[in-house]
């Protein structure tokens, strides 16, 4: 079983920058691939991010390619997501996820996905 947390979240003007952090509590926090989805009002949880175990591989939504970085630290059982040059079409609520299967493949759908955090806003204007 694993907890998440996320913080981080806010509003900031286009251009602008934030970072989003998630805080896993739990038995072998380290052996999870992780991720970031994102859920617009209206609209579908959508996959933006993906880092496998030790961080050696990771993957974006073609829509934050170039902007948004995930990272994590496994000594503090940390994910992070930094997010720059930040677009009105980036506000949704942030999810952190995790993914406990043995297959360290990182995967684009939730329901590869077995944890979730409550969500962080995060809201961009124009």
């Known amino acids: 079983q694993v907890q998440l947390q996320e913080s981080g979240g806010g509003l900031v003007q286009a251009g602008g920058s934030l970072r989003l952090s998630c805080v896993a509590s739990?038995?072998?926090?380290?052996?999870?691939?992780m991720g970031w989805f994102r859920q617009a009002a209206g609209k579908e949880r959508e996959f933006v991010a993906g880092?496998?175990?030790?961080?050696?591989?990771?993957a974006y939504a073609d829509s934050v390619k170039g902007r948004f970085t995930i990272s994590r630290d496994n000594v503090r059982n940390f994910l992070y997501l930094q997010m720059n040059s930040l677009k009105p079409e980036d506000t949704a609520v942030y999810y952190c996820?995790?993914?406990?299967?043995?297959?360290?493949?990182?995967?684009?759908?939730?329901?590869?996905?077995?944890?979730w955090g409550q969500g962080t806003q995060v809201t961009v204007s124009s």
């Open positions: 739990g038995r072998a926090a380290g052996r999870y691939v």
């Open positions: 996820a995790a993914d406990p299967s043995v297959a360290n493949n990182i995967m684009t759908t939730t329901s590869e996905y077995d944890y």
């Open positions: 880092i496998s175990w030790y961080g050696g591989r990771t």
